[in-house]
């Protein structure tokens, strides 16, 4: 075997106890570079190990560089590999630190390394966790007009009660202008509730409390509809296909075909 | 074709290249609209650019006010047009403006435009959407006497639970008046909780974590409800039996009985 | 028909036209008696209105004695009448004003009147929303043991973070005590969020960021709970009973009985 | 019967009336420690009660650990009891107070007492709770990687937003870490909202709406995957098939079909 087909081995797969291996020490260095630029950020920190730490960021960057640099040289179609979601997450990760050089304070998007985690998915058994995301993925996907009808109606909700309270309250209560009041009329509705801004009339009050009853109230929809999603795709059919008309969307309990009434295979 | 049918496409449909132009051009106008206004209220923009904004106001109202006249000119049934939904959304966008020469800061309800972007629907695919809401309707409209009866127990515990606070938390606290206090529960029990008004004493804080934790529990409710009804909403099932083997269970698509693989009738 | 009769006709039923103006005037005397209550606590009104509202209060009280002595005089088991839950409420709604004669402040109490709201769902078709509570009703009840252990979770979980909360903040930082620990260990995990007391040092922090999530995840149980109850509920069981062996639980499609094969009628 | 067995059941069984009152004045005294803990940790009732509070807390101490030594003197493996989920935590409920006299502070660790007020579930009908715990488990088990993928995702989300919170708003608005602003972003997205944060600039007012608004439709997701798993897990149907008519939808409670009327297998 050469030695690009076995740092393909190690790099891309994880079956092999190298390749799992070097996953394994991948996601380390990755969880190491996020705690890194966190604690930079921490001022108390960052005065006292700033040097070790912006060293520490090179190292890894620069490791990650040549992880990148390796990937494209072992990968038998190289742009496929660049151009795929992976790759560019790849890219993403080692840009800002060199960006940082040029535009200050740009480092901190080294986070976006976060993303890189997903290769967690690789080392746990692969197949479960992808079905588990499709699956949830799906049910939203189905739901996604009912969703946009929702978020629509909301939306207007926000808009029409924000400018109603930005007249009722005005700006010497804090609500400072329409899209601030919108603001607020979004942190209402989702019952978040800074109390930053909050209604000081009687009349402001008043219309503060029918939104939040509402917004109580409208948070039942997408559960009602996502859930009502997730249910319908967790229902058991199974994946047998007709030998006489090729139809595969059978339920579990189907012995014969709902499309032409063939006789469905004994052993499934 | 009349130049009012041409006119009645463009403007009513949206079918044709030149209709579905219209619509377009309409919405993005009508968001501009929405934004001018927000963009108003910004007391550092209003300053510097109140003029122009001023101005744009006018010439979108002036607009607005032109193709609202030209719906009536071309449409068969005017007064079916003016008294209909759409119709009196139309005119309520153009009212605001004119209303502000009299009345000062009542071209704020301009936002009402908002509404008037409900012809988005027009444009993406109708019908889906048109279904999706209507499903939502039906399953709020199925269960309106389960959340009557929910509201009212809410409405009741919340005043009695605002009375309660404001004779153990008394004005000294925050709790000014029975109206404020109520307004406190409700703030409280939708887990909003802006802590603009909160219990101080021990008494107050135990009945409060009383109420949140039953508000907690409450919010199920409205969910549990909703979600049942649009589960029992989307199911797509039929109601049609078998003839031979009288298995009743059968999908919407269903030609053969999947049990039995006998014909279905027809006539379903 | 006698006095007493008629009487009781109008007072206790709402089939009669007089019945059901009777019950429409009583609704409206107890919704304005409550506004009244709310209106007293606020000073400003209280100071220019009081005595007009103090002498209104009175008026109502004595009207609503004179009505619960009538409700006993003209029904046929005055006993059954006066300890039943609406005897109860009756006398409660008129004892408070009584009452302020001897302990001042008291008369807020009055707001205690707001359930005899409940009378509204006599003059709407009663028995919908009567069976719409009931079943509500029903699905909280028979998941009353899930619902218990889950409540003995969340008790157990909030007085441990509660403390640990102490432990870790202190009195210094607001966490003045385990109680009061234990009342922010509520007031977050419900997510509500005053924010009268918030975590300031970053272990605080991030138990505090550990028990958000963990609510905000735990709040999908109840939810999960009362939804399943409701939708096992709202399943289509009828009333038809089994002519051979009286059983009555039967589904919807049943045309046999399933628990002693027989046949079921037809005309149901 | 020895004494020895005689204290078994007494001290480990609740069927006998001398058990059960054993078991009943336990769960009394743990309820009175936690109390007691409680009681101590509030300035004002300390430096009235400490003395008598520290004797009290003395006293049930030495109460819980005869019981303990008890415990292990009776049971027939001891080290099976010592080992076991009750048998840990019987210890720690003991512990923190002799550890006081070492580490200043630590009895309130006595909190954990908590836990011992499982053995309620023992007086109580005990397997119906039991079933209801792990009914309520196992649906969370088997939504394990449901979960799993759900939380990988906010956790990412919670990064990405915080960091770009920081860089929006930063140290002058009270986003003084990336840390930090991690913590507002769960805060925000769980919906808990304290406000002892909260973006000031119309930039990260903008981003925290998005924020809001897509934790309040994420919220949907774990309701809907739990809600899913528990009506799987609360289904009251069976696998068997009527050998005379196929039909299989029946309850578990049937002995003929609902359908046809013939008798089910009884071997099921």
New interface residues.
């Given amino acids: 075997m050469s030695l690009r087909k076995k740092l393909y081995e190690i790099i891309f797969e994880a079956d092999t106890p190298a390749g799992k291996a070097f996953d394994v020490v991948l996601l380390l260095i990755i969880l190491a570079s ?1 705690v890194l ?2 604690l930079e ?3 108390g920190i960052n005065q006292q190990y700033g040097e070790t730490l912006h060293i520490l960021e090179w190292v890894i960057t620069i490791f990650f560089s040549i992880e990148y640099i390796l990937r494209i040289a072992v990968v038998r179609k190289p742009w496929t590999y660049i151009l795929s979601f992976y790759g560019i997450i790849d890219l993403l990760a080692v840009l800002p630190t060199y960006l940082s050089l040029i535009v200050v ?1 740009s480092h ?2 080294m ?2 390394r ?2 890189r ?2 290769r ?1 998915f690789r080392i746990l058994k692969l197949s ?2 992808t ?3 499709q ?2 993925g799906k ?2 996907w189905s739901s996604r ?8 109606f ?3 909700l926000v ?2 009660v924000g ?1 109603l309270m ?2 009722i309250e005005g ?1 010497e209560h804090g609500f ?5 009041s ?2 607020w009329a ?11 801004i ?1 209604p000081e009339t ?1 009349t402001g ?2 219309l ?2 029918f939104v ?2 509402v ?3 409208i ?14 795709g ?1 229902r058991d059919t199974n994946t047998q296909v007709c030998p006489h008309c090729l139809y595969d969307q ?2 579990n ?11 469905l295979n004994e052993d499934n």
Avoid: W
Wanted: charged share 10%.
């Fill in positions: 996020i630029v966190m950020s921490v001022v304070g901190s998007l986070v976006i976060a993303i985690l997903l967690v479960r966790f079905q588990a995301g699956n949830l049910a939203l007009e009912k969703i946009f009808v929702f978020f629509f909301v939306v207007n808009i029409i400018t930005y007249l700006p400072k202008s329409i899209p601030a919108i603001y979004i942190v209402t509705m989702t019952t978040v509730g800074y109390g930053d909050s009687p009050q008043l503060a409390s939040m009853i917004g109580y109230a948070i039942a929809v997408p559960t009602g509809i996502v859930t009502s999603e997730i249910i319908r967790s059978h339920d309990d189907a012995l014969y075909c709902k499309k032409c009434g063939g006789r």
